[in-house]
Nanobody, 124 residues
Framework: QVQLVESGGGLVDTGGSLRLSCVAS????????MGWFRQAPGKEREFVAA????????SYADSVKGRFTISRDNAKNTLYLQMNSLRPEDTAVYYC?????????????????WGQGTQVTVSS
């Protein structure tokens, strides 16, 4: 079993920045691909970014490419999402997720473990 706890969400103005963190416990974090997803009110959960455990390859949704950066610190069992140039359409609950495998994925159903989410609100 894996427990994931997100933090770092909040209210920010358009153009501002936030850094989300996700602390993992209960399983070998270093062997798991990790991802960030988000869900806005009335919309389905969508992929944001992912990072593999081997080779640290990354993948981003087109809507955040160039503005968001995913990273991980295996020594601290922590996943990060640096979000810059935030827009009102980035407003959502952001979820951290972990796979049972090392290669990243954009597919929600391929993630076995999920955090409780952290709210990000970008004011216009």
């Amino acid at each position: 079993q894996v427990q994931l706890v997100e933090s770092g969400g909040g209210l920010v103005d358009t153009g501002g920045s936030l850094r989300l963190s996700c602390v993992a416990s209960g399983r070998s974090f270093g062997n798991s691909a990790m991802g960030w997803f988000r869900q806005a009110p009335g919309k389905e959960r969508e992929f944001v970014a992912a990072m593999a455990s081997i080779g640290r390859s990354t993948s981003y949704a087109d809507s955040v490419k160039g503005r968001f950066t995913i990273s991980r610190d295996n020594a601290k069992n922590t996943l990060y999402l640096q979000m810059n140039s935030l827009r009102p359409e980035d407003t959502a609950v952001y979820y951290c997720a972990a796979r049972k495998f090392s290669f990243n994925s954009r597919i929600i159903s391929e993630y076995a473990y999920w955090g409780q989410g952290t709210q990000v609100t970008v004011s216009s």
